[in-house]
């Protein structure tokens, strides 16, 4: 996993016909982008800067913005299903329970201060994102939902759940 960069979401489709583009942020409990300049597109396994023209919309994990870069449908298209970063320098979160998805990757998951087991992935092609967390070699999709996440140590890779009673039993 890439420590330098972080990655925010997917650029889903084009917003009108003026370079506009839809991001799906893939995020918990955030509605505003730290105070950044530029994003970077994964382009071929690089990460490539685009300067924020304009951001017109952030709700529901739905991103609306302008990269100075991008003027037309055509060039929208190139970059459409693309991931989108930030570099993690600039990132810092003040509040406990906000993340970017795959910030997470690789964090022990804690439930009732024992040690559970890891992150492997988060996925989000459910209708409800989830964490893959490998638990005795076998893999356990819990929810993602501000119900179940108790803390998180950022610093130390941590996070503690509260898994619902009898899901890791069902293993």
Not at 33 to 57: A, G, Q, R
């Amino acid at each position: 996993m890439n420590t330098d960069h972080v990655k925010i979401g997917t650029i889903v489709s084009k917003h009108g016909y003026k370079g506009f583009i839809k991001i799906n942020v893939s995020s918990f409990n955030f509605d505003k982008l730290p105070d950044i300049k530029h994003l970077f597109i994964d382009i071929n396994n690089c990460f490539v800067p685009f300067m924020i023209e304009e951001i017109k919309s952030f709700s529901n994990n739905l991103l609306i913005l302008k990269f100075s870069e991008v003027n037309s449908e055509d060039e929208a298209d190139d970059i459409i299903l693309k991931n989108i970063f930030i570099e993690s320098k600039n990132y810092k979160t003040t509040e406990q329970k906000g993340f970017f998805y795959d910030e997470l990757i690789r964090f022990n998951v804690y439930n009732q201060s024992k040690r559970i087991g890891i992150i492997e992935r988060i996925n989000i092609e459910l209708p409800q994102p989830v964490f893959e967390v490998l638990i005795n070699s076998k893999i356990v999709m819990i929810p993602i939902h501000e119900d179940l996440i108790d803390k998180i140590d950022k610093k130390n890779n941590i996070i503690h759940i509260d898994i619902p009673d009898g899901l890791i039993e069902i293993i």
